[in-house]
């Protein structure tokens, strides 16, 4: 357990809560802890009860964002016996992110393009996001007897790369029906 995510609270829930509101609607290096405590609304000194630092609670955002998108992808392959279909539900998710309002990219692609030095814990946090999801990919396309889970992956990850930023500069319905329909000719769905 990381230092970040060791003292669970609902204040802590709160600061979590706020910062990933904030930091993903208004850009992590733009908005400051008064920020986040005021939105969390809670004092500076509870702030640093549990986050010794900005950094910190950045971390912990990204690691949050991680966390749920694992427990989502672990249930589909714990319920959805078929992969082809888990691959069709996760496009699905993925077009319905883009599509929501609010929608301004992916946050970890968001926070590695302001944590941009490889070495900091943030940026480490992204690419060990990334890599989390690339081997899911792989671990799918394999269980669908894919010819080369590995290339397919990469190409899966820079797809939905694609899509998001094009969802967010672009128009969300294209970039979604786009990215569905190059995930389905990769798969041989098409």
């Not at 230092?3 to 809560?17: I, Q």
């Not at 609607?25 to 939105?39: C, H, K, L």
């Not at 946050?107 to 940026?123: K, M």
């Amino acid at each position: 357990m990381s230092e970040t995510t060791a003292r669970p609270s609902a204040a802590r829930e709160r600061l979590l809560a706020a910062a990933a509101q904030v930091f993903y609607t208004e850009g992590i290096n733009a908005v400051g802890v008064d920020r986040v405590i005021e939105q969390a609304k809670v004092t500076r000194a509870t702030f640093y009860r549990h986050f010794p630092g900005k950094e910190d609670l950045v971390r912990a955002y990204i690691e949050q964002a991680d966390a749920a998108i694992r427990a989502r992808l672990d249930e589909g392959f714990a319920h959805v016996p078929d992969a082809g279909k888990l691959l069709e539900l996760l496009v699905e998710g993925i077009g319905a992110e883009i599509c929501a309002p609010g929608f301004r990219g992916c946050p970890f692609i968001n926070a590695a393009a302001e944590f941009p030095d490889p070495g900091h814990p943030v940026h480490r946090a992204v690419v060990a996001h990334r890599a989390w999801f690339r081997d899911a990919l792989v671990r799918l396309l394999a269980a669908m007897g894919y010819a080369d889970p590995q290339a397919g992956a990469d190409a899966l990850v820079m797809l939905r790369d694609g899509a998001m930023v094009a969802g967010y500069l672009g128009r969300p319905e294209t970039a979604r029906d786009n990215f569905a329909a190059a995930v389905r000719a990769l798969a041989g769905r098409a």
